[in-house]
């Protein structure tokens, strides 16, 4: 069954610092994988979304992340934090249902904490 | 205007009674969700709808019930409720039921606070 795991709940990191958080997953088919952004007292927002083509993904923000099979990964990145990126991160990866539809399994999520 | 709006916000209740969360998405999509955030902040989806009709039904408790009136609207009944029913549920919507593509659009969330 589809999974994603999320390396880190916490991660902090400087303004002007490159952010990294990890994102592995697990598929038995092609996988279909997002980010979604979460900051406080609100919704989810999607960051960017990889579902076929391209294995770089750009998203808004100036995030990105890349697909890659061999490692079974989509990490988000993006070169330099801003103190408004602070937030929840999550990664989340489709799931094959019957009759066609599908469902979204979310990982654990990553607090990004950006300091001064 | 805001694209998938829930009432309440806040939500705080005793033991054993029960209520109600509202949702509606102005965004003209055909397929709903609900899902629960727990203190650790890990979602899970309940329910989605697809065109009021009911396609996913994860393993929750039959206390909770969904009514999708029409394909704007999706509520969420909650009867009973315990304290272990604590949590921020989360309404999406998204364009159809295929969310392998479709981005699924969510709102600001209800805060449930069980006494």
């Known amino acids: 069954a589809q999974s994603v795991t999320q390396l880190g709940s916490h991660v902090s990191v400087s303004e002007g610092a490159l952010v990294l958080l990890r994102c592995n997953y697990s598929s038995s088919v092609p996988p279909y994988l997002f980010w979604y952004v979460q900051y406080p007292n609100q919704g989810l927002q999607l960051l960017l979304k990889y579902t076929t083509g391209a294995t770089l993904v750009k998203g808004i923000n100036g995030f990105e992340a890349e697909f890659k099979k061999s490692e079974t990964s989509f990490h988000l990145t993006k070169p330099s934090a801003h103190m408004s990126d602070a937030a929840e991160y999550f990664c989340a990866v489709t799931r094959p249902l019957s009759g066609g539809y599908n469902k979204l399994i979310f990982g654990a999520g990553t607090r990004l904490a950006v300091h001064p | 205007d805001t694209a998938v709006s829930q009432t309440p916000k806040y939500l705080v209740t005793q033991m054993g009674n029960d209520k109600s969360i509202k949702c509606e998405q102005n965004?003209?999509?055909?397929?709903m969700y609900w899902y629960k955030q727990d203190s650790k902040k890990f979602l899970k989806i309940m329910f989605s709808y697809n065109n009021k009709e009911l396609i996913i039904n994860e393993t929750v408790p039959n206390r909770f019930s969904p009514k999708s009136p029409d394909k704007a609207h999706l509520n969420l009944h909650i009867n009973s409720l315990e304290l272990g029913d604590s949590a921020v549920y989360f309404c999406?919507?998204?364009?159809?039921?295929?969310?392998?593509?479709?981005?699924?659009?969510f709102g600001p969330g209800t805060r449930l606070t069980v006494l």
């Open positions: 999406a919507s998204s364009q159809d039921r295929d969310s392998s593509y479709n981005e699924q659009f």
């Open positions: 965004l003209g999509h055909d397929t």
